[in-house]
């Protein structure tokens, strides 16, 4: 089986832009979790999305989103771009949303904010 | 809210050599527990998980971690040192009720040393 993949892997944006991030699960997976890491704060949880719907959210502001196709498809978008968010940004699938299930990662999309 | 916490950001190893990697948790419910490795630009990869069927637990690449539960620890272990483990280790926790989300430690740096 393929992979979780991520696209772009590397995204270049400026102070104010907005910018969408994309991640294919591993087929038959129907968990997408996104996670921020950074060299200060480390690795933290944004949101997941099971079956098309946000089912838990981290502590990040609303300029944070993301949304989930029929097909588990996931995508994130940052609005306003800000410097701190200058990051790597991580997707992993499972196949359910339980603690359970193995959380598969992709390989990120580096996000530089200048 | 559950958390982890690994000491000591940068190890050094000597190749053959006993790699010691310790993590303690808090959680209020019965906990998941994971290690992931991550090597330079790329995503993390599951070493190995603890789902309570059995407290010493075998992964990929030489590593097992035991679960203690009076000491709220998952050291990893590995009993040789290779080259090829330089990289950084995470362990996590998940295992709320109702989501997946995995809470990460701040990370170790391994340093191998020929």
């Known amino acids: 089986k393929a992979g979780v993949t991520q696209t772009p892997r590397y995204l270049i944006k400026t102070r104010g832009q907005q910018v969408t991030l994309s991640c294919s699960p591993i087929?038959?997976?129907?968990?997408v979790s996104w996670y921020q890491q950074t060299p200060g704060q480390g690795l933290q949880f944004l949101f997941e999305?099971?079956?098309?719907?946000?089912?838990n959210k981290g502590n990040f502001p609303g300029r944070f989103s993301g949304r989930q196709f029929s097909n588990s498809r996931s995508e994130m978008n940052v609005s306003t771009l800000e410097l701190g968010d200058s990051a790597l940004y991580l997707c992993?699938?499972?196949?359910?949303?339980?603690?359970?299930?193995?959380?598969?990662f992709g390989p990120g999309t580096r996000l530089t904010v200048t | 809210a559950q958390s982890v916490t690994q000491l000591g950001s940068h190890v050094s190893v000597s190749e053959g050599a006993l790699v010691l990697l310790r993590c303690n948790y808090s959680?209020?419910?019965?906990?998941?527990l994971f290690w992931y490795v991550q090597y330079p630009n790329q995503g993390l990869q599951l070493l190995l998980k603890y789902t309570s069927a059995a407290t010493l637990v075998k992964g990929i690449n030489g590593f097992e971690a035991e679960f203690k539960k009076s000491e709220t620890s998952f050291h990893l272990t590995k009993p040789s040192a290779h080259m090829s483990d330089a990289a950084e280790y995470f362990c996590a926790v998940s295992g709320e009720e109702g989501n997946n989300r995995l809470a990460f430690g701040k990370g170790n740096q391994v340093v191998v040393i020929p």
């Open positions: 087929s038959g997976h129907r968990s």
């Open positions: 992993a699938s499972s196949l359910a949303s339980s603690a359970s299930y193995e959380q598969y």
């Open positions: 959680s209020s419910v019965p906990p998941y």
């Open positions: 999305y099971f079956s098309e719907t946000q089912r």
